[in-house]
């Protein structure tokens, strides 16, 4: 049928006015298109089964707060990672004002992800030596569960390109502060 002969004015296209209704609605605009979240889609629980468990987690220091991407921050923010063992970091990036990594579970079944966030954002907090600076970080995170293997190699090319996406250098590998701290397999 061509556009003219839609009766209810949809004439814009050849499209039936009940797909184009289809097309716009939020649930399967494309990925630009969607409505901002105002606040953090945090997991309740994380979602087990028989595949890896790896979550893509994104930290904000307070108002955004260039803070972090020095030697003495990202030694702090290694060490609480170290203390807060009941999930395992992999491949990070520390920003100037916010944190990209991958984590995992390190026990089954898992502890809850914000309480395991809490305590080292708490312990970076706590030994944080310039006092003026507090408080540190902003009170949400993102975080999102990968669902397949290739998620988690398409997010570290998304992480890996920040630092040149922001200016801060001109390759990726020269930025000091990033690394590995476990390597996450993934398993379906």
């Known amino acids: 049928m061509k556009a003219e002969q839609w009766?209810?004015?949809?004439?814009?296209?050849?499209?039936?006015?009940?797909?184009?209704?289809?097309?716009?609605?939020?649930?399967?605009q494309s990925p630009?298109?969607?409505?901002?979240?105002?606040k953090p889609a945090h997991f309740p629980t994380v979602e087990i089964g028989f595949r890896s468990i790896i979550i893509f987690l994104t930290v904000s220091t307070h108002r955004r707060r260039p803070l972090l991407a020095n030697n003495e921050a990202t030694q702090r923010i290694i060490a609480a990672w170290q203390a807060a063992n009941s999930w395992r970091v992999g491949r990070y990036v520390i920003m100037p004002d916010h944190i990209h990594l991958f984590c995992a579970p390190n026990a089954f079944p898992p502890?809850?992800?914000?309480?395991w966030i809490a305590f080292w954002k708490n312990h970076i907090t706590r030994a944080w030596p310039?006092?003026?600076?507090?408080?540190?970080?902003?009170r949400d995170f993102w975080?999102?569960?990968l669902r397949r293997g290739e998620s988690y190699a398409e997010k570290w090319k998304?992480?890996?390109?920040?630092?040149?996406?922001?200016?801060?250098v001109q390759r990726a590998e020269d930025w000091l502060y990033q690394g590995e701290l476990n390597v996450l397999h993934w398993h379906d």
Not at 32 to 38: D, G, N, Q
Not at 130 to 138: N, T, V, Y
């Open 7 to 28: 009766a209810d004015g949809g004439r814009s296209s050849a499209t039936p006015p009940n797909v184009r209704a289809r097309r716009s609605s939020p649930l399967q």
């Open 32 to 38: 630009l298109r969607r409505p901002k979240r105002k």
């Open 111 to 115: 502890s809850p992800l914000k309480n």
């Open 130 to 138: 310039h006092r003026d600076q507090l408080p540190l970080w902003q």
């Open 143 to 145: 975080d999102r569960q």
């Open 158 to 168: 998304y992480v890996e390109n920040n630092r040149v996406r922001h200016g801060h």
